[in-house]
């Protein structure tokens, strides 16, 4: 589940997670179900040789809640991706794994 933390005491929604909330300082921080749904902030291309496993996106994304974080989109080409383009969360990786947070086109 892809979770923030909210203040209780001012409302703001807070990443990266913290002890004290960055714009009012209370420790009255609660962990709530984000939305997933956000739009792409800034885009850039890794290039990278096929058998390296070809180019790749890397994107920070506003968060409908209002946070910025660093993720990519997957399922379409790293190139595609535009700055203003919608998209949703999705939880990546299974198994053995490790889980991380990813974006696809809304």
Same mark, same amino acid.
């Given at each position: 589940? *892809?979770? &923030? ?7 703001? /929604?807070?990443?990266?997670?913290? /002890?004290?909330?960055? =714009? ?11 939305? !997933? ?5 800034? $885009? $850039? ?16 994304? %506003?968060?409908? %809640? !209002?946070?910025? &974080? &660093?993720? @990519? ?6 190139? %595609? ?8 969360? %999705?939880?990546?990786?299974? !198994? =053995? =794994?490790?889980? *991380? &947070?990813?974006? @696809?086109?809304?």
């Amino acid at each position: 589940e *892809f979770s &923030l933390q909210r203040c209780t005491a001012c409302g703001v /929604h807070v990443f990266y997670p913290r /002890h004290l909330c960055p =714009e009012c300082g209370s420790a009255r921080l609660e962990w709530k179900k984000a939305s !997933g749904r956000g739009t792409v902030y800034s $885009t $850039t291309v890794v290039r990278q040789r096929p058998e390296a496993g070809g180019n790749k996106n890397l994107c920070v994304v %506003e968060l409908m %809640e !209002g946070p910025r &974080l &660093l993720s @990519r989109v997957e399922g379409m080409p790293a190139d %595609e991706v535009r700055i203003g383009m919608a998209v949703t969360a %999705e939880i990546a990786g299974d !198994g =053995e =794994e490790p889980k *991380f &947070l990813v974006f @696809r086109r809304a």
